[in-house]
């Protein structure tokens, strides 16, 4: 449980939006992050019920994985999450879009890798890793995903590491350290 409340202030202290004013690096702060957009809102209540899925699909997907191997759990996650995303996508009329991004060479440059590393590889990486550890400690581990987003803006956009940022990896690491041994 330290291990765990480590893990999850460190990855909060990366997260959380500045109090002052955005300036270069530092991210927007409370107020301009909460009213940027109309729908800001929604987000957050849209993000917080995605923790909820995740938390649930892990236990679930544990349980699941009891008989069922972890190719074959991937396989049927990805394909329920795909015919979901296709009747959104008809529902809201949006269908036609995905045929022009399935077209077009410049987005699917953006896309296809995004979708390995984060979609594919992530999620049948993650059912392995709940396959073998203690879902809670799984949990846990899938919250730093921000932590590697802020090593991967700093490679891929140039985005400078604020001392926040680096405090929070930090802690997180050590909150993951303490996790693991015990």
Do not use: C
Request: aromatic fraction near 4%; charged fraction near 10%.
């Amino acid at each position: 449980a330290v291990g765990a409340a480590i893990v999850l202030v460190g990855v909060g202290v990366v997260v959380a939006p500045s109090r002052k004013k955005s300036t270069e690096g530092s991210g927007p702060g409370l107020k301009e992050t909460v009213g940027a957009h109309p729908w800001a809102a929604a987000g957050v209540l849209l993000a917080v019920l995605a923790a909820f899925g995740q938390g649930s699909g892990l236990v679930l997907a544990k349980v699941g994985m009891a008989e069922v191997p972890v190719i074959a759990a991937s396989f049927f996650r990805l394909a329920a999450a795909a015919i979901g995303l296709a009747l959104l996508a008809a529902a809201g009329g949006q269908l036609h879009k995905l045929g022009r991004v399935a077209r077009s060479r410049p987005d699917l440059v953006r896309v296809v890798p995004a979708t390995f590393f984060g979609t594919y590889l992530a999620l049948f990486a993650m059912m392995a890793g709940v396959a073998l550890a203690p879902a809670s400690v799984a949990a846990v581990l899938l919250s730093t995903s921000p932590l590697f987003s802020l090593l991967i803006e700093r490679v891929v956009d140039k985005r400078p590491v604020t001392a926040r940022g680096l405090v929070g990896t930090l802690l997180a690491v050590a909150g993951v350290a303490v996790l693991v041994n015990g």
